[in-house]
């Protein structure tokens, strides 16, 4: 079974979203599950339409990676793809990372290999950037540690202890897990709506946080 998880926070197009989200799924032969993770500071909080296999969950502390961790312990699947609700990710590609894992354990979405497109303003491809190099610094070997968009075998995890970072859950579990990696390209695409939780300030956070756990 593959369960995708999605942590939401104010996503206004979050139905319609969905609804293409399981066209996509119906078209992988093998059983799927959909968890919506839903902060505690959620301010829209718009019904989401009535779809099988599909489930709301609540995190409190409004973070992004507990979301993310609330939703891996909440799996059924014995496979997990994590990707954003905001149309940025395309989710379109979901059946060929399924198939790539034949050959891995994980599959990971780049925004920068040779053939990916990245669709976003100056100031955001410049975070993202410094997010790369703080990652690769402490030793990741993927073009883009920091992607949302990812899908893995569930076993991995027995290795992985995460602690409670902000922004950087792929990256744990490429540097944590020992698992075999691959990355293909995506086309990264303006949020449809809402705004963006990516700043210099999470970045700031995550190097004192790897900082802090190499010392």
């Known amino acids: 079974m593959l369960t995708v998880v999605l942590p939401v926070k104010n996503e206004p197009q979050l139905p319609s979203f969905l609804l293409r989200l399981h066209e996509v799924l119906e078209s992988i032969p093998e059983s799927y599950e959909v968890l919506v ?8 909080n718009n019904p989401l339409p009535p779809l099988p296999n599909q489930t709301e969950l609540k995190c409190y502390a409004d973070s992004l990676e507990r979301a993310i961790l ?24 979901i059946p060929t990372m399924n198939t790539h894992l034949t050959n891995c354990d994980m599959v990971v979405g780049s925004r920068f290999l040779l053939e990916s497109k990245f ?7 410049f975070v993202s950037k410094v997010f790369v190099k703080y990652a690769q610094f402490f030793g990741s070997n993927l ?14 995890l027995e290795k992985v202890k995460f602690l409670p970072y902000t922004w950087k859950t792929c990256l744990e579990i490429e540097l944590k897990s020992g698992g075999r990696v691959e990355e293909i390209p995506i086309t990264f695409n303006n949020r449809a709506d809402g705004i963006s939780k990516a ?7 995550i190097f004192k946080d790897l900082l802090f756990e190499k010392l």
């Not at 993770?37 to 301010?43: F, I, N, P, S, Y």
């Not at 793809?81 to 590609?93: E, F, N, Q, T, Y």
């Not at 073009?143 to 991995?156: A, E, H, N, V, W």
């Not at 700043?199 to 956070?205: F, R």
């Open 37 to 44: 993770v839903r902060g505690d500071r959620e301010k829209l």
């Open 70 to 93: 609330l939703g891996f312990s909440s799996a059924k699947g014995d496979k997990i793809c994590v990707c954003d609700a905001d149309g940025s990710h395309p989710i379109d590609l």
């Open 119 to 125: 669709n976003q303003t100056f100031f955001r491809k």
């Open 143 to 156: 073009t883009d540690p920091m992607s949302g968009f990812f899908l893995f075998r569930k076993k991995i």
């Open 199 to 205: 700043d210099l300030g999470v970045a700031t956070k």
